[in-house]
């Protein structure tokens, strides 16, 4: 699989004249005994194509939009939904929710069919995949998860303030003594002539 991969990819960065087909013969012996690296992020660490022009041909070869997941902001609650170890596992990040429901999720192999499977479990919105490069993923989720873990979405928060604020009454609004339910002291003053008449 890893080779037909390569060949795939290999086959449309030749088509966009980034490499040459004396390059794409080379890439499977250079890249055979690399299992320390995706073979995406080899491509751009030895300076074999352009960030911009993988993500186009990865976009081309699965078929679904591709995204540079460096410097992207992502929802906390998004990310909370599915456990750290999961997204690590699998290679995918929560993107963005849109008021329709669909849940759009940046996956390094947006064509595993786990994916859907996987997600099912922790979410019922409709998933839409992108593809973004998989260390990129890995740092994103890394970066993201732990600080997401403490967040809480801005209505609870208002809640909570909400619900500890006091009593208001507005101006003009006079309290009767009927309309409280505190006891009032009362202070008994004994009068001198009371011991002056005998």
Do not use: C
Request: aromatic fraction near 10%; avoid cysteine.
């Amino acid at each position: 699989m890893k080779k037909q991969f390569i060949d795939d990819i290999g086959g449309i960065l030749a088509q966009k004249h980034l490499i040459t087909p004396l390059d794409l013969a080379g890439l499977h012996k250079s890249f055979k005994d690399r299992n320390d690296v995706s073979f995406e992020d080899f491509l751009l660490e030895e300076g074999i194509v352009e960030k911009s022009d993988l993500l186009d041909a990865l976009a081309d070869y699965y078929q679904v939009p591709a995204i540079d997941v460096v410097g992207q902001f992502f929802d906390h609650y998004d990310i909370t939904l599915i456990p750290k170890n999961v997204m690590l596992q699998h290679l995918f990040i929560p993107y963005d929710r849109d008021p329709d429901d669909n849940l759009w999720v940046i996956a390094a192999n947006p064509n595993d069919p786990h994916l859907r499977v996987v997600l099912g479990e922790y979410v019922t919105h409709h998933i839409n995949f992108m593809v973004g490069l998989p260390t990129d993923i890995i740092d994103a989720v890394e970066d993201n998860y732990d600080e997401s873990i403490t967040y809480q979405p801005q209505e609870i928060q208002n809640q909570k303030m909400e619900r500890s604020q006091p009593d208001i009454h507005p101006t003009g609004e006079v309290l009767k003594p009927e309309d409280s339910e505190l006891e009032i002291p009362v202070t008994w003053q004994d009068n001198i002539d009371d011991y002056e008449k005998d």
